[in-house]
């Protein structure tokens, strides 16, 4: 019988890092923008059916970038994490803040024990009643979680796309405002992006119990002014 | 911690399979349980208008022969297009809807998009059956369930019995104790072009005349202001009428309901002299 190779463990971590890494940067980026009206998600996604950006409970919305079947996965597990618990408790019972905990212990223990971590990053967001009530978790694929306040973005090409957000952020984005920031970052100097290549969502603060709402193409094309 | 399922083990987007594998749904009582004073709701109506229906229910709720709430709602939004309406045991009516109401969200969630509104009345028809343990130690349901069928751009409505046969009906359909005299006044009074207030009038005399012949319907109750529930479902959703102007249009009518009686109208509120 032949010995197994001895492989030290922070070599083992950084490998199964680097591999996460490669499948998280090889699908396209989101922005998440944390608006007066409520919190904006957009993300660069050209098809009409596979959704990235979904709803999870009355005011929690649910982002994923990566391998769309794992974080398909994981946002349909959240689903049921909610629903289960609402159901037992009581709505108000259900907040983001538990959610993103129970997604980070999954994703933890997949990294360290499973053949191969998700190559996913996610986004757990519950839009308040004010602005001190909006809540932004970054969940990556070892289960770090990462409470950000105004906006966030997941993928592949993050820092440089949260640079252009930050340089055109403001409190008091109106939504149309919000997607030309969003799209404008997503795109970069040199590309140009349609409603079509978008799904947008907003968790709207003022509705009175289902936040999430999907915006049209048109209506994205309409904030873009083409 | 997270319910993560293996693709064979996977529940699909059905949320009573979860719930059932949590522990969150009770089991049937081993024996018969009449004889707790179980709480009963009764008399639900719905029926056919043109572009969508109206549902209706009175607000009392009996225990044998004491009334044990007064406020009591009986008639639900289901989701968007569609409301449910009970019968029967109330506190498992009231968990049965509760648990049909996240059914159909769970299911929208997941999939991301709505049942059909023929998939909702099955779906209820599922649960009624399910129900049956139950309902054999006197804890019956039995629900009326409308919509507005977005794909065909019309109302439809669905009773159900104990077993959980499920029959479409066209025009009216009407449950619980007080259900005999209500569905005769709708059937009398229906049209198939009723206007909306008129639909009111109809669901609100359908109701009065439950109330004043079975004991266990509410009657309309101005000294507390509870008045039925009444809902109407249409392109535009599941709205509940406000209550002030069930209120008003039952006023209005006070002097016809008198006068077939043939006794002097009685003056209550503002409006009526």
Redesign the interface.
């Known amino acids: 019988m032949s010995m197994p190779f001895y492989v030290a463990p922070e070599q083992m971590m950084k490998d199964r890092a680097d591999f996460a890494r490669k499948g998280i940067a090889r699908g396209r980026s989101l922005v998440a923008v944390v608006c007066p009206t409520g919190i904006l998600i957009c993300a660069e996604n050209p098809s009409n ?1 596979l ?1 990235k950006v ?3 409970y009355d005011r929690i919305g649910f982002a994923g970038v990566g391998k769309f079947n794992e974080f398909d ?2 946002r ?6 909610a ?2 618990k ?3 408790y009581s709505r108000e019972d259900v907040e983001a803040r538990s959610l993103a905990n ?2 980070a ?2 994703l933890g223990q997949i990294f360290t024990h499973e053949m191969k971590p998700m190559e996913v990053e996610i986004l757990v967001a519950e839009v308040g009643r004010d602005r001190e009530g909006d809540e932004l978790y970054h969940i990556l694929y070892d289960g770090t979680v990462v409470d950000e306040r105004r906006f966030v973005v997941l993928g592949g090409e993050a820092e440089t796309i949260s640079g252009r957000v930050a340089e055109g952020y403001d409190s008091e984005l109106t939504v149309p405002a919000a997607i030309r920031l969003a799209v404008a970052a997503l795109a970069g100097p040199d590309r140009m992006l349609r409603g079509d290549d978008l799904e947008v969502a907003l968790l709207e603060r003022d509705a009175a119990r289902r936040a999430f709402r999907r915006l049209e193409g048109s209506e994205v094309d309409a904030a873009l002014d083409r | 911690m997270l319910p993560f399922f293996s693709p064979d083990r996977d529940p699909g987007p059905d949320f009573a399979v979860l719930a059932r594998n949590a522990g969150l749904l009770a089991a049937a009582p081993a024996g018969p349980v009449d004889h707790l004073g179980v709480t009963h709701a009764t008399t639900v109506v719905a029926f056919r208008i043109a572009g969508g229906v109206v549902m209706a229910g009175d607000r009392r709720a009996t225990a044998g022969h004491l009334i044990s709430h007064r406020d009591m709602e009986k008639v639900y939004p289901a989701d968007r297009y569609s409301g449910v309406a009970i019968a029967g045991a109330a506190g498992p009516a009231m968990e049965m809807v509760r648990l049909f109401q996240l059914q159909l969200e769970h299911y929208e969630k997941v999939e991301g998009r709505s049942l059909s509104l023929e998939g909702k009345a099955n779906q209820l028809a599922g649960m009624v059956r399910g129900h049956l343990p139950m309902a054999m130690q006197g804890l019956a349901v039995v629900p009326l369930f409308a919509g507005y069928d977005l794909a065909r751009a019309q109302g439809r409505l669905f009773q159900y019995d104990v077993t959980g046969g499920r029959y479409e009906e066209t025009n009216y359909a009407a449950t619980g104790s007080g259900s005999i005299f209500a569905s005769t006044v709708v059937k009398l009074g229906y049209r198939e072009d009723l206007s909306a207030d008129d639909a009111v009038d109809l669901a609100l005399s359908a109701l009065f005349q439950a109330a004043d012949e079975d004991s266990a319907t509410g009657g309309p109750d101005p000294v507390r202001g509870i008045y039925p529930i009444v809902a109407t479902i249409d392109a535009s959703g599941f709205t509940r009428v406000d209550d002030a102007h069930v209120a008003a249009r039952f006023e209005a009518m006070l002097p016809t309901l008198s006068a077939a009686t043939g006794a002097p109208a009685p003056s209550v509120g503002k409006g009526i002299r």
């Open positions: 059916t959704h979904s709803e999870i996965q994981l349909i597990a959240g689903i049921r994490h629903d289960l609402g159901f037992a129970a997604y212990q999954m």
